[in-house]
């Protein structure tokens, strides 16, 4: 069955990238009909959507953090990416990266386990 | 977009039924019938529990029941079990193309 992998540096300094990868493992990130996002839980808090990329390539994203958000698919290497620059504090959370089928209008319905990313110096 | 507003913790015995409420705009929750919600224990990924408003998935027990009116969903939990002791947060699609996500709420099995 199909899972999915955060992985990247747990570790980030202010004002520098965060990135994360999403490894699809059982399936293909090209399958038609399949939306790829990234959704994030600071510690003791509650859920925030950050994007999402759709089997056609178009982008979703979160108002709040659109101008510092860019969500990506690499077919080659079955997997997709988070990019989330000039990071605070604020941006310590889990990151999860999840997937839906583009017929439940849902934010996540299959949820990777999640990472932890730091934003200190 | 403002996260949408659950009560910070609800309660109940075993057998109960408790209700946790999702409100949110006419641009969000009001607009459309994409209200979904998820649960989730501590330490592990969220589970979507229902979806477009009333829809569970397949494996989730029907003890979970969802509604719709005007800005504000609900959650009901029947026949409250010591398992469903977890955060719940509902989620809506917006008029931005974009979801959003509620407050959470704190489900306590007395």
């Known amino acids: 069955q199909l899972q999915l992998q955060e992985s990247g540096p747990g570790l980030v300094k202010p004002s520098e990238t965060l990135s994360l990868t999403c490894t699809v493992s059982g399936g293909s990130v090209s399958s038609g009909s399949y939306y790829w996002g990234w959704i994030r839980q600071p510690p003791g808090k509650g859920l925030e959507w950050i994007g999402t990329?759709?089997?056609?390539?178009?982008?979703y994203y979160s108002p709040s953090l659109k101008s510092r958000v860019t969500i990506s698919v690499d077919t080659s290497k079955n997997h997709f990416s988070l990019k989330l620059t000039s990071v605070t504090a604020a941006d310590t959370a889990v990151y999860y990266c999840a997937r839906r089928s583009s017929a439940v209008a849902v934010a996540a319905v299959l949820w990777g386990q999640g990472t932890l990313v730091t934003v200190s110096s | 977009q403002s996260a949408l507003t659950q009560p910070a913790s609800v309660s109940g015995s075993p057998g109960q039924s408790v209700t946790i409420s999702c409100t949110g705009t006419?641009?969000?929750?009001?607009?459309?019938?994409?209200v979904s919600w998820y649960q989730q224990h501590p330490g592990k990924a969220p589970k979507l529990m229902i979806y477009d408003v009333s829809n569970r998935p397949s494996g989730v027990s029907n003890r979970f029941s969802g509604s719709k009116s005007g800005n504000t969903a609900s959650l009901t939990i029947s026949g409250l079990q010591a398992e469903d002791e977890a955060d719940y947060y509902c989620s809506s699609y917006t008029s931005s193309s974009t979801y959003v996500f509620g407050t959470g709420t704190k489900v306590t099995v007395l």
């Open positions: 006419s641009s969000d929750v009001g607009a459309y019938n994409y």
């Open positions: 990329i759709s089997y056609s390539g178009s982008t």
